[in-house]
């Protein structure tokens, strides 16, 4: 048996593996996978027992402390996937594996402060006596709490002056995991019934009421024949917990403990669903996939091309369905669960008691249950956002990304940053397991990467007529065709002398549509919108003068910058194309746009759908059900009316203003753009009612508005590769960002400008031409939490093997926060 084990230690920071001894009291527990206690430095910490080792690589090794969890935590293919993101991702192994485990039962070492009685000196500096300060209330904190209330201080380079001079102590601690399996007490009749009721009426010290009391819970006992929840036993018998006890001590009656879980799906009923049978172009594409969940054919990537209401979700429902008859788990992803129930409900309703869904509103114990029970093979199926990908399924065997082109796959708001689908497609590979993306729109680089790396690409041409039962061609549902997108150019609307937010062709429609007693959605992109400066009158958009990128609003400092090069200006008083004073920012909010609606139509019942309405749990589900139910007849919402919602009743979509996204500074402009119209399109006509789309721009030439208006994928996709390839942008290059935020923004500015210039001089030292570099600037959300951002971008395959040579402590400037971040989703 292996006597020692190589770890890593769940400290982020750390990049080196270490080798402990196993005592002999754990050797038989302790696996790969293991989540353990170990003493590191003058700390306990936790660590994941990476593999068993013979002998150790060094002569002296301490030993493990503890085993947190009897089973593994991760498996041999999470470990090594874990692996590979720390080294595509530039992050460290531990901070890959932490985020595999479920919240709760990794906890990180901490330190405990505490400020001793010492008078305070008068030499104090202001962040050592706002420490003090922070300790005073409580008179002890841990550093995360510390971290919470001086946000924007180095308060950890503060403390050793205070530890110093006797006026703070601290210690290293490490809280226990803080979920824990959740236990019901029972209790069940040892003897027969009869036996315990003689027994408890001999004796004569009891009062009648106590005897009543006992034999009612005997009764109930009885009656339940097996163990049975206490609180329900005192609830029928009014028994309490003293009079369980004398049961007890009678031996009449065993009590015991059962484990439960927390089901976040129990309230959720389900509606069996039988699967219908495919039609003759599902079957198609279905058969190509099949092969390779069977065996028969080798597994790959497969991009699923199909657009809303093309039949996609029944061709996942299916793969999984196989995969279960093998034996073997599937992992889907969605965007966002709350802004998905519907899928998550057919595969709940389609696969009965095998779900597993993870997402971010579970509590904390729901979560740990849900992965306990997945760990065990319990739930096969596991539904959720990007973290889902690392449910632990003993037996995966296939993946399936809904919705893959979506930028929430993308984790960029924390570390460690990654994108879920090329995390997907790495695991994929490791696990010689079959991937279904699926989209209407894949992004440009995903089906470029199809038809370079010869994934399997599979079409869905058409939207399948579902919601007629009768509607059978030949045995098959019919199909619907997309909606008809009408374009209103509105600068002609102003020459018209229509000042309203709302086009006469669009007011016209909902007034139909009102009438046909149909529902409309109007939708309205805040993406940017209140940095969107443009001409009212002809259109015309400010770009800088060096590099043509549209210049953005800043209102902090009232002028107009550029993301690219860091070029100002003054906004303009009049336009310089046609010199209109009508030359101002969007800036309309859903909420003003209701009230413009609301006046309009008054008689119309209006909801609103955006993140404010919708902040409370399960308030999407609300909103959804109150529309679905044609308790409003138009719905105005934000971005959430883009996912896979399928509203047969809707039969206007209005897009207020398409161009807004067209202008942030980022050469994804188009392509989001031109998937948030498409979806939002979708939405209209899914039903034998038919439906029309208007899209209101300023830019009614523009390729990406054009061609979603045409529903016409490939164009667009020619187009854009084209520009991406003239402007040598992603999938033509890599891009890695280098992100600094400080409170201070010349410090900030500052770390950026030193560390792009060490790059761009090792790279000129190695003789590399390829690398490019866009910045150092301000980023365009120049100021977040309170930080001030700025940044610089590398691109080219040079700028990898740099950053590989030169790792973060040869360039990172001291007290900045420093973020790499490789393909980055945006350069905002
Ligand atoms: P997508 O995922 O591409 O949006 P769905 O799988 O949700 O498409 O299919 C759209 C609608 O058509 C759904 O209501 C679905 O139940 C129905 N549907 C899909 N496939 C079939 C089929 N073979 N026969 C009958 N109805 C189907
Ligand atoms: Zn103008
Ligand atoms: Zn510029």
């Not at 995969?323 to 788990?329: P, T, V």
């Amino acid at each position: 048996m292996s006597k020692f084990a190589r770890v890593s230690v769940n400290i982020a920071q750390i990049t080196d593996v270490f080798d402990y001894a196993i005592p002999a009291e754990m050797e038989a527990s302790v696996q790969p996978g293991s989540l353990v206690t170990v003493p590191f430095g003058r700390q306990l910490v936790q660590a994941l027992v990476l593999s068993l080792l013979d002998a150790p690589s060094v002569p002296e090794v301490r030993a493990i402390e503890g085993l947190v969890d009897r089973a593994p935590v991760l498996t041999a293919a999470q470990m090594e996937l874990a692996g590979w993101m720390a080294d595509y991702y530039f992050s460290t192994l531990a901070e890959n594996l932490d985020q595999m485990l479920p919240p709760g039962i990794s906890q990180h070492a901490d330190v405990l402060i505490r400020a001793t009685a010492n008078e305070p000196g008068p030499d104090l500096t202001p962040v050592q006596q706002r420490i003090l300060k922070a300790l005073g209330k409580q008179g002890v904190l841990r550093g995360r709490q510390l971290d919470a209330a001086l946000p924007k201080t180095s308060w950890r380079e503060s403390l050793p002056g205070l530890l110093k001079r006797g006026l703070a102590t601290s210690e290293a601690v490490l809280l226990p995991p803080s979920v824990h399996p959740r236990t019901l007490r029972n209790a069940s009749l040892l003897v027969s019934s009869e036996s315990a009721l003689e027994q408890i009426n001999q004796n004569g010290r009891r009062s009648a009421a106590v005897k009543q009391r006992l034999s009612n819970a005997i009764l109930v006992l009885a009656r339940e024949d097996g163990p049975t929840d206490v609180s329900m036993l005192y609830a029928e018998s009014g028994a309490n917990t003293a009079d369980l006890k004398t049961l007890a001590d009678l031996g009449l009656v065993s009590i015991g403990e059962s484990e439960v879980f927390r089901d976040p799906l129990a309230e959720l009923k389900p509606v069996l669903q039988q699967a219908p049978r495919l039609t003759a172009d599902q079957n198609a594409i279905w058969q190509k996939i099949a092969a390779q969940i069977n065996g028969v054919a080798p597994a790959q990537n497969n991009l699923l091309v199909g657009v809303t209401g093309s039949g996609k979700t029944e061709i996942y429902l299916h793969a999984v369905q196989a995969a279960l008859a093998r034996g073997k788990g599937a992992i889907i992803l969605v965007p966002e669960i709350s802004l998905t129930p519907q899928t998550v409900r057919r595969f709940y309703a389609r696969f009965p008691q095998k779900v597993g869904l993870i997402h971010s509103r579970l509590s904390p114990g729901e979560r740990y249950d849900s992965w306990r029970r997945i760990r065990s093979g319990d739930l096969p199926v596991v539904v959720g956002a990007r973290s889902a990908l690392f449910a632990p399924l003993p037996n995966l065997g296939l993946i399936i990304i809904d919705e893959c082109h979506d930028e929430s796959y993308f984790q960029d708001d924390f570390r460690p940053h990654y994108s879920a689908v090329e995390t997907a497609i790495a695991y994929a590979r490791l696990m010689k397991i079959p991937l279904i993306m699926g989209s209407a729109t894949p992004t440009v680089e995903q089906l470029y990467r199809a038809r370079r790396e010869s994934w399997q690409e599979l079409h869905l041409a058409e939207r399948i007529y579902a919601h007629q039962a009768n509607q059978l061609v030949d045995g098959e549902p019919g199909t619907l065709p997309l909606p008809p997108v009408q374009i209103v150019d509105m600068r002609e609307e102003l020459k018209a002398g229509n000042r309203s937010v709302l086009s006469v062709p669009l007011k016209k429609a909902l007034q139909e549509t009102l009438d046909h007693n149909e529902q409309s959605i109007l939708f309205l992109n805040r993406r940017g919108s209140a940095t969107y400066v443009f001409c009212r009158d002809c259109g015309y958009v400010l770009r800088c003068p060096r590099c043509e990128t549209q210049l953005t609003f800043h209102a902090a400092s009232n002028d107009l910058q550029c993301h690219i090069c860091n070029y100002h200006r003054k906004l303009p008083a009049s336009c310089p194309q046609c010199s209109s004073k009508n030359i101002r920012q969007f800036g309309l909010g859903t909420e003003s746009l209701e009230k413009q609606v609301v006046e309009q139509f008054p008689s119309a019942r209006v909801l609103r759908w955006d993140a404010d309405t919708a902040r409370l749990k399960g308030a999407h589900d609300l909103i959804l059900d109150h529309f679905t139910q044609h308790r409003a007849d138009i719905l105005i919402g934000t971005k959430m009316l883009a996912k896979g919602l399928d509203l047969p009743l809707v039969t206007l979509v209005g897009v207020i203003l398409a161009d807004v996204s067209l202008n942030l500074p980022d050469f994804h402009a188009p392509e989001r753009t031109f998937q948030l119209l498409s979806q939002v399109a979708g939405r209209a006509g899914r039903s034998g009612r038919g439906g029309k789309a208007i899209f209101q721009t300023y830019h009614p030439e523009n390729y990406a508005i054009q061609a979603a208006s045409l529903h016409d994928f490939n164009g667009f996709y020619e187009q854009e590769l084209d520009f991406r390839r003239k402007t040598v942008y992603p999938p033509f290059t890599q891009m890695i960002r280098f992100e600094f935020t400080h409170f201070q923004e010349s410090v900030a500015a500052q770390a950026a400008q030193a560390s792009a210039e060490r790059f761009a001089t090792w790279a000129e030292l190695a003789g590399i031409k390829s690398m490019k570099m866009i910045g150092p600037v301000p980023c365009f959300y120049g100021k977040r939490n309170g930080q001030f951002r700025w940044h610089f971008i590398l691109s080219g395959s040079a700028a990898r093997d740099l950053l590989k040579q030169h790792p973060a402590e040869t360039w990172r400037p001291h007290g900045v926060t420093v973020e790499i971040t490789v393909d980055p989703p945006d350069l905002l």
